[in-house]
């Protein structure tokens, strides 16, 4: 299996050092020729929504990438990546991949000093460590998407078919449930 | 110290490598900033290059400016604090910044000790010219290190200096016995702890990024292959003739910094670079606050 871990800015090392402990190859995104090599999914890193936005239009991956989603590749984004799969974005007219069926919020919780850590459920996984760092989180979801986790009332993870979204970052704890699921949705098992 | 809050403040740092953070002086230049695809600004008055041209004392910025700026964009908004003065820190955790810069390019307020770092909630990054001092600066709370390049000259040689230096020591740090590290630990004048962290791992136990004197997208990628994990950009960008394009090219240059094609074509038409100070003719080397 290979994984393609979208490299244009943000914490995309961090999510090859889980793959890697979970003996998955992986390969870094970082311009439209990387997309035509073969990759099993894909991966979309926190970073900043707006910087890595830009660098898909101004690299001219944003289409591609977005026909690959549509055509059922299996793809995973976590915090900025899951911005960039919402169809709707509440603090801001710019839209991305928008593929998702889902309204998210962005910096939900404010600045920096709004940051913090959790443990609570993913899906079938009970205390899962959640660390969001000036986090998104999702407002609504449409009927076909599943909600895999919610932390104080709010969103924080959900799934649409092929499309996983953590409005935290399991790429910076060393537990690897999640990233485990993304690779279980790679396999078909659910 | 590896807190709860220190760890969250390290992990805002992890977000932001692979990107560019700018220097800006208004709402306006903040928005071109983020247009452009800055992963954060830093809010201040004057940008270095016009510190440095007007001379005398050098404070932290207006909080009616800092939040004007915070209000105009939604990426994270950096600000100035002198080295030492706790006091203008304590105003921006109270403006809820999201990183505060204990700097040199702004007037000292204290001659021997930096701020505790460790006493506040907000995340500290601090300059540094070598290991010791990128060591000392952790140990007192900084989540995030950046080279101490001569701001306001658009002159990279520093920040390269800098950059070849902290690795350069890292690589020798790591070559050592395990009981030569009390020694390395007393000569370099920091906690063990922290060497032994930087002996196991190679790197630093933060984020390390390039600053001072980057004013073109090739500078950009010559900090990141000498192994930067992002940029700040200070004069260079509002100091040139199309801060637009120019901010834009250096955002790409950082993202590819290994393709050279790439490159060439960013570097293409930018319009005029800031002018510039040679290292030599420097009367004030900014760099030397605080060690």
């Known amino acids: 299996m290979n994984i393609g871990v979208l490299s244009l800015q943000g914490a995309f090392i961090e999510h090859r050092n889980i793959l890697e402990a979970l003996h998955v190859n992986s390969i870094e995104i970082r311009n439209k020729s990387d997309l035509s090599k073969n990759i099993d999914g894909m991966i979309l890193p926190g970073g900043e929504s707006t910087a890595i936005g830009k660098l898909l239009m101004d690299f001219d991956m944003l289409d591609s990438i977005k026909n690959f989603i549509e055509e059922g590749m299996p793809v995973f984004g976590t915090c900025a990546g899951m911005i960039l799969l919402a169809k709707n974005i509440e603090n801001s007219s710019v839209k991305h991949f928008a593929t998702m069926d889902i309204s998210v919020v962005r910096n939900a919780y404010g600045r920096q000093l709004g940051s913090f850590q959790a443990i609570s459920a993913f899906g079938d996984f009970d205390k899962t460590p959640m660390t969001f760092i000036r986090a998104p989180y999702i407002r609504s979801v449409e009927s076909n998407v599943k909600i895999l986790s919610t932390v104080n009332g709010n969103i924080v993870a959900a799934q649409q078919n092929n499309q996983l979204v953590t409005a935290f970052h399991p790429e910076l704890t060393d537990n690897t449930v999640v990233h485990e699921y993304f690779l279980n949705m790679i396999k078909g098992r659910c | ?291």
Do not use: W
């Open chain 2, 1 to 291: 110290m590896e807190n709860e809050r220190y760890r969250l403040n390290k992990e805002l740092a992890q977000m932001l490598k692979g990107g560019v953070i700018m220097d800006v002086t208004t709402p306006e230049q903040a928005k071109i900033a983020e247009a452009a695809g800055a992963c954060a600004v830093m809010a201040l008055e004057r940008i270095p290059a016009d510190i440095r041209a007007a001379g005398g004392v050098s404070r932290m910025s207006d909080p009616k400016m800092i939040r004007g700026i915070q209000q105009a964009v939604s990426i994270p908004v950096m600000a100035k604090v002198r080295i030492g003065h706790f006091v203008e820190a304590q105003i921006l955790e109270a403006l809820e910044i999201d990183y505060i810069d204990e700097s040199e390019v702004l007037s000292p307020a204290d001659d021997v000790y930096h701020i505790d770092k460790t006493k506040f909630k907000v995340p500290f990054v601090c300059g540094a010219k070598d290991l010791g001092e990128a060591l000392r600066r952790i140990n007192e709370g900084a989540s995030m290190i950046r080279t101490k390049g001569e701001p306001g000259t658009g002159d990279i040689v520093q920040a390269v200096r800098h950059m070849r230096k902290i690795n350069a020591e890292i690589r020798r740090v790591q070559s050592l016995l395990e009981d030569e590290l009390f020694d390395a630990a007393k000569n370099l004048e920091v906690p063990y702890d922290l060497l032994k962290f930087v002996h196991e791992n190679g790197k630093l136990p933060v984020v390390n990024f390039a600053a001072g004197g980057i004013a073109t997208p090739a500078d950009a990628a010559l900090m990141m292959q000498l192994g930067a994990e992002g940029v700040f950009v200070g004069s260079g960008i509002f100091k040139s003739g199309n801060p637009e394009k120019r901010a834009a090219a250096i955002v790409k240059a950082v993202t590819n910094f290994n393709d050279a094609k790439l490159l060439a074509e960013l570097s293409e038409d930018l319009g005029e670079a800031m002018i510039g100070i040679n290292e030599g003719e420097i009367e004030l080397l900014m760099a030397e606050r605080g060690k």
